[in-house]
């Protein structure tokens, strides 16, 4: 390997003729051991809980769930429920149609099904929203009672509500209860009441995401006490893992009690039910929750995906979480296979951990720099990027018609860890560079993008993923799989792909965007049948959109980039035409003189945002001066603690103003380190990654911030992202300031991008051995090493644009 250590110094005060310094004086690229400590993955594939965090219940030794003796759960049967007696009616002022349900099982939702003994079953009225809900329980004989119990369900707890009673001529008020939040309510009487009738009237529901309808499970005559508590231990595995539980048991008792798995990225979700099941998406073999019947002898279950007898005793399989609550608890529906009550011990709990192993061995690149929190953050985007690097198993990506024969059994890149599972191209287009820059498994990136490519349309328009059988229509997505596909073959070398998916290339540059381009040279949705299309957010825009366009603009440019390296001159040259013209509409059509910044669309109410001016700038579609203004307009007016938002104002979604993605911070950050603003680059990654480091699950990228710093979409948000994993490249490319010119680094560029940083250090993977490059910014100058893989060149341009070209050990200086 050719050893190339020129050592250039500026001085500070002022522009200086360049001087070069021999090898053997320039400092020694750092040891493994000094970025290694940042490195956050597992040792190994058997991963192990870190500490119990909590218990509920009887239990003892719970240390036992982390493999030190036996954690012993225990709970007595609970009393037998009062019942109605034979012959017992229940009417409903309405009730909704059967249907599947939830848990795909047929159900129906009569009023009969409040007073049936089946806590499985219940009433649902057929009134979203709208009240009075009346059920009304009627009896064969006078019943004396006390008071009655309402069991509700989880998904719609009546809140406010009255009991009445039938004396023989009228209606009796018996109670009232309001803002009630117990699934289980018991509401007594004043003093016992004999009737042979009993009339319940919702006015409000507890408001759920499954409909603000009135559900009522069972309505029991008397006051029922509650079950003895569900034993429970909680155990906390230190970050975020994905892979298949494994519960090791000591022994039960006789009767198969039970065990439910909950699991949560984060303790604010942490609950009885998982922050995210399958059968959020439409799997509908669990209700939330992973069950297991734990026989008598001693036993090892791996949680894997189905059922244990039918349509009983049901787990999801494979997860992504930090934290998982184990309970002694079963569901009715899985009688007689299970019990809620009786005794398991817990001899260890672990995790087959299935995504890529980052051990410090594995790294093919790194990073390392004076700022400690830009470390983590760079170690953490990789570890985060890991946890998302896969194989592609059926049962373990996203239940929504996402399989694929020609992608199961490969290594992908899925969108997050525990959720959605499916490799979605925009994804790719940041999760790949990423890949690239750190353990370089091209291969994850190659099969997806490929996959895609083999499922274009006939008229060129290209998937944005497998969901619904590769038919998700969104608009912006095409054009990710463009630049994913030039940063892919821009990394690796692979020109061999690029030869083989030339074509698709053609046909979706030359065949679909054309057909949505208006008469100014803008892509339109809504063109072509395209108005119900979405995008990364699904967003309902409409027309001339800055972000379409810009982005297009940078798909064109890559793709005549691409065109060149394989010798497609005249398609070069068209592309790169083609981009210079929108980028003139663009600033014809889109600029917004007022506010020195891109409109987010031509038409409807007026708003500017982070995805179409970030990618503005980092396309070249703003001048320099535009460049600066748009970037100090987010900057004052997307500004957040946690971030930059991804809209100046809420005209286009509620939470616009409030709403972070670093998705579309990445290009609005990688174009402030080009536009020369280094130290608000730094801020606002300080800001964003800062906020996702410092809060739970720790370690790991979310999907989106909401306000005040939330998980934008509630327990729901993924906390693990590949799409968020930017920094990477913003540290890397941008502030060490390496990356390839041509592909598989035959050439390549050094421009660092100190800002405040005072030294950085790293490693990049090439097809030709690593290129290393280290400096440091100080007061007597800036110093730097580059030591470059023989038979590549390269232009280093110094800080103040002074520039030095290396090739073979010569060093010719320029400018």
Not at 430 to 439: I, K, P, Q
């Amino acid at each position: 390997m050719l050893r190339v250590r020129p050592l250039i110094a500026v001085t500070a005060a002022a522009l200086v003729p360049l001087a070069l310094v021999p090898a053997a004086s320039s400092a020694r690229p750092a040891h493994r051991s000094s970025w290694a400590k940042y490195v956050v993955a597992p040792t190994s594939r058997d991963v192990r809980p870190v500490r119990v965090l909590s218990t509920t219940g009887h239990v003892t030794h719970p240390q036992g769930a982390l493999g030190h003796g036996t954690a012993t759960l225990t709970r007595a049967a609970p009393a037998t429920r009062p019942s109605w007696p034979a012959g017992t009616t229940a009417d409903a002022s309405s009730f909704h149609a059967g249907n599947e349900g939830n848990d795909g099982k047929p159900r129906t939702y009569v009023a009969g099904n409040a007073v049936d003994g089946d806590p499985d079953t219940f009433w649902n009225d057929d009134t979203i929203g709208a009240y009075p809900d009346v059920l009304t329980i009627t009896t064969t004989s006078t019943q004396t009672l006390p008071g009655v119990t309402v069991l509700s369900n989880a998904d719609g707890v009546p809140q406010d509500f009255t009991v009445e009673t039938w004396d023989g001529t009228t209606w009796q008020a018996a109670a009232t209860v309001t803002g009630n939040t117990d699934v289980l309510r018991r509401v007594p009487f004043t003093a016992p009441v004999s009737t042979t009738q009993v009339r319940i009237t919702v006015t409000k529901d507890q408001s759920s995401g499954k409909g603000d309808f009135t559900r009522v499970n069972e309505v029991y005559p008397g006051l029922v006490a509650d079950d003895p508590v569900a034993p429970s231990v909680t155990l906390d595995f230190g970050k975020v893992v994905v892979g298949y539980p494994r519960v090791a048991f000591a022994g039960a008792s006789a009767n198969h009690p039970g065990v439910r798995l909950a699991f949560s990225e984060t303790t604010q979700y942490l609950g009885e039910t998982s922050d995210f099941s399958r059968s959020y998406n439409g799997d509908a073999i669990t209700p939330g929750t992973d069950q297991h019947a734990v026989p008598a002898g001693r036993s090892t279950w791996t949680d894997r995906h189905g059922c244990a007898d039918g349509t009983k005793v049901c787990a999801d399989g494979l997860h992504g979480f930090r934290y998982v609550r184990i309970s002694l608890d079963a569901l009715a529906s899985d009688a007689p296979d299970t019990a809620a009550y009786g005794t398991v011990r817990i001899r260890g709990v672990s995790l087959d951990f299935t995504a890529y192993l980052g051990t410090p061995s594995s790294y093919r690149g790194w990073f390392e720099s004076s700022d400690a929190a830009l470390n983590r953050y760079w170690y953490d985007a990789s570890y985060t990027n890991e946890l998302i690097t896969d194989t592609f198993r059926p049962d373990d990506i996203d239940p929504r018609g996402a399989d694929s024969p020609g992608l199961d059994g490969k290594l992908v890149l899925t969108d997050g860890a525990k959720r959605d599972r499916d490799p979605y191209v925009g994804d790719v287009y940041v999760s790949g560079v990423t890949d690239y820059l750190t353990h370089d498994v091209g291969s994850a990136a190659r099969n997806v993008l490929a996959d895609l490519a083999d499922h274009q349309r006939g008229d060129g328009w290209i998937p944005p993923a497998s969901i619904n059988n590769y038919t998700l229509p969104l608009f912006d997505y095409p054009m990710y799989w463009v630049t994913a596909s030039y940063d892919y073959v821009l990394y690796t070398g692979d020109t061999g792909y690029g030869r083989s998916y030339y074509a698709n290339l053609q046909k979706v540059l030359d065949d679909w965007y054309p057909s949505v381009t208006d008469g100014n040279g803008l892509l339109q949705k809504g063109l072509n049948g395209t108005g119900g299309y979405g995008d990364y957010a699904f967003l309902g825009r409409t027309g001339e959109v800055t972000y379409y366009n810009a982005l297009y603009v940078l798909a064109l440019r890559d793709a005549a980039a691409l065109a060149r390296s394989l010798g497609h001159r005249a398609d070069a040259a068209r592309w790169s035409a083609r981009a210079a013209d929108v980028g003139t509409a663009i600033n014809a059509h889109l600029w917004d003189a007022d506010a020195g910044a891109y409109l987010d669309s031509a038409v409807g109410d007026v708003r500017h945002a982070q995805d179409g001016n970030g990618y503005a700038v980092l396309a070249g579609v703003a001048s320099p001066a535009r460049a600066r203004s748009a970037l100090a307009y987010l900057n004052a007016h997307t500004r957040q603690p946690y971030g930059n938002a991804f809209m100046d104002n809420d005209t286009l979604v509620g939470d616009g103003s409030q709403r972070v993605y670093a998705f579309t911070s990445f290009p609005e950050i990688t174009g402030r380190f080009l536009a020369g603003a280094a130290g608000s680059a730094i801020n606002e990654i300080k800001r964003l990654y800062g906020r996702m480091a410092s809060h739970d699950p720790g370690h790991t990228d979310w999907e989106g911030i909401g306000a005040g710093g939330s998980m934008y979409e509630g327990a729901y948000t993924s906390g693990a992202h590949g799409w968020s994993t930017g920094v990477v490249s913003e540290l890397t490319n941008q502030l060490l300031g390496a990356a390839p010119a041509t592909p598989g680094y035959a050439t390549w560029t050094v421009t660092p991008h100190p800002g405040t940083v005072k030294w950085a250090r790293g490693q990049l993977p090439t097809p030709h051995g690593p290129l290393q490059v280290s400096w440091t910014n100080g007061r007597h100058g800036f110093a730097l090493t580059v030591v470059a893989p023989r038979g590549t060149s390269g232009t280093v341009t110094l800080p103040g644009r002074r520039s030095v070209h290396v090739r073979a050990g010569r060093h010719v200086l320029r400018g």
